[in-house]
């Protein structure tokens, strides 16, 4: 079966770092995307890996551990505006479908 | 600017009635998607299609139908077969093959009246 798992929901206060865990069980694996999500609207691009390691981009950082079907989410600095729903999502191989997570969804506190 | 445009923002459908969602793009991808969301769930795929003239099933394709008639659109009706349609409906799209993400549209938000 597929499976990802995220916590459902997450708390902070302004300034701190918070990290958002996923694991996953897939049928293949072609790389881990992360989105944000305020409510409703549409989630926008936050990071992608397809290898071990950690990627940087700015406040946000992502790792992942492919033998452990394991990725986390890294958000410095918090700002209030990063209170939002966070999708993690796995693309299997040999296909362009993305299997979603349900979403952490993340509160930042002043 | 490039992007991908749903509409309309909120529909609401009787008892009964077919309904069809617009998403339309012009980043020139060939693949888009629609997927459905629901409070407390994750986005869940409904129908895609990587080329014109073609497209398949998602997990929760019951009661929805699409149609690739141009790259550009990707229109989904839900019909009076979904019994539950009330949901937010998301539409993405994206360069197949290639490790860049998918876009998405700001989405639709259907309720039953």
């Known amino acids: 079966g597929q499976n990802i798992d995220q916590p459902t929901e997450m708390t902070a206060t302004e300034g701190a770092i918070v990290q958002i865990n996923c694991t996953y069980q897939?049928?293949?694996?072609?790389?881990l995307f992360w989105y944000q999500q305020h409510a409703g609207e549409a989630p926008t691009f936050l990071s992608y890996?397809?290898?071990?390691g950690l990627e940087e981009k700015g406040r946000f950082s992502s790792f992942l551990s492919r033998s452990k079907g394991y990725s986390y989410l890294l958000l410095k600095e918090l700002q209030m505006k990063d209170s939002a729903s966070y999708l993690c999502?796995?693309?299997?191989?040999?296909?362009?479908?993305?299997?979603f997570g349900t979403g952490t969804r993340l509160q930042v506190f002043p | 600017d490039g992007g991908i445009t749903q509409s309309p923002k909120y529909l609401f459908r009787k008892e009964g009635q077919n309904v069809t969602l617009s998403c339309e793009q012009n980043l020139n991808h060939d693949a888009m998607y629609w997927y459905r969301q629901d409070p407390g769930q994750g986005l869940r795929l409904i129908y895609y299609s990587q080329i014109v003239n073609d497209f398949q099933k998602g997990d929760i394709a019951e009661g929805y139908s699409v149609s690739r008639e141009k790259k550009e659109s990707f229109p989904l009706t839900v019909t009076s077969a979904q019994k539950n349609p009330t949901a937010f409906y998301l539409c993405?799209?994206?360069?197949?093959?290639?490790?860049?993400?998918?876009?998405f549209g700001d989405g639709t938000r259907l309720s039953i009246l």
């Open positions: 999502a796995v693309r299997s191989y040999n296909t362009d479908k993305l299997i």
């Open positions: 993405a799209s994206s360069i197949i093959n290639s490790n860049q993400p998918q876009h």
């Open positions: 897939t049928s293949g694996f072609n790389g």
């Open positions: 890996n397809v290898l071990d």
